[in-house]
């Protein structure tokens, strides 16, 4: 009844922390979709009198160009900050080895 060779409940902050920037780069693409999605439900020119001004077309081309240079540098922020702590958990085993 004993789980001797089971690992720990609770894991290392560092290694938490790093599960976590890696489950945030496999959800940025979902959230990219979504958030050029967002033009979809802007007001048109045929929705009516009653509806808003419709948004003009370069206004949703902008938007999606920024939303995909936003998303570039969150996941170069994201691989570098990965990057960086995979480099920092070598250099402490290598101490702690030699």
């Given at each position: 009844?004993?789980?001797?060779?089971a690992s720990p409940v609770f894991l290392?902050?560092?290694?938490?922390?790093r599960r976590r920037m890696m489950d945030a780069l496999r959800v940025l693409p979902v959230v990219g979709v979504l958030l050029w999605m967002v033009p979809l439900f802007w007001p048109t020119a045929?929705?009516?009198?009653?509806?808003?001004?419709?948004?003009?077309m370069s206004d949703a081309i902008v938007y999606v160009f920024v939303i995909w240079l936003i998303l570039i540098g969150a996941g170069l922020a994201l691989w570098w900050l990965l990057r960086a702590g995979a480099d920092a958990s070598e250099d402490l085993t290598k101490r702690e080895d030699g």
């Open positions: 009844m004993s789980r001797q060779g290392e902050r560092r290694s938490y922390r045929s929705d009516g009198p009653d509806a808003p001004a419709a948004m003009a």
